[in-house]
């Protein structure tokens, strides 16, 4: 992200804040209606839940400072706002019934690809450019690589994967 101004590096951070929100509420709804799957689903609701709490301490401990490292969010509140538009969509279209397991795994495969996970996953496989994301990197080390953790317990399960949903 190119100098952003405070009050969109606050919205910008308040938006990210809501994905990892929302994807641990997406997950903790598949936790809830895959049962033999709670365990993955559980995982990634924590470590996501995880993502949100960082950025939050990272918005009130470092953002004052001019210290948040920057890196870590995507260029545009757009992409974090159709993120969180599909999300809502998904949820109100199996509010009547649940998704079968293979449209909830590509779901959330597709969600992990999508350009804000994508750039927080860009920002923890990069080399570090300062003390601040070190710190960032440190805390946050053991919770990422959704997307291929998806993939590789979907190919291990025998779950159909059924191309790209649109994001």
């Not at 992200?1 to 590096?9: G, H, Y």
């Not at 080399?127 to 053991?142: A, C, D, I, Y």
């Not at 919770?143 to 953790?149: L, Q, V």
Request: charged share 25%; proline share 4%.
């Amino acid at each position: 992200m190119k100098n952003p101004n405070q009050q969109e590096l606050n919205r910008l951070i308040d938006e990210a804040i809501k994905l990892e929100q929302n994807m641990a509420g997406l997950y903790n709804r598949f936790a809830y209606w895959f049962p033999e799957d709670k365990e993955f689903w559980w995982t990634l609701v924590m470590e996501e839940k995880n993502h949100a709490a960082l950025l939050r301490s990272g918005k009130e401990s470092f953002l004052p400072n001019g210290l948040f490292p920057t890196g870590m969010l995507p260029d545009s509140r757009g992409e974090l706002e159709t993120a969180n538009q599909k999300i809502s969509e998904f949820i109100q279209q199996f509010k009547g019934s649940q998704p079968s397991k293979s449209e909830a795994f590509n779901i959330a495969y597709a969600m992990e690809r999508s350009a804000g996970e994508y750039h927080y996953q860009f920002f923890m496989d990069k080399p570090v450019e300062s003390n601040m994301e070190r710190v960032f990197k440190q805390l946050n080390q053991g919770d990422k690589d959704h997307a291929s953790r998806i993939y590789q317990y979907m190919v291990n399960q025998g779950i159909a994967f059924e191309g790209e949903y649109k994001i």
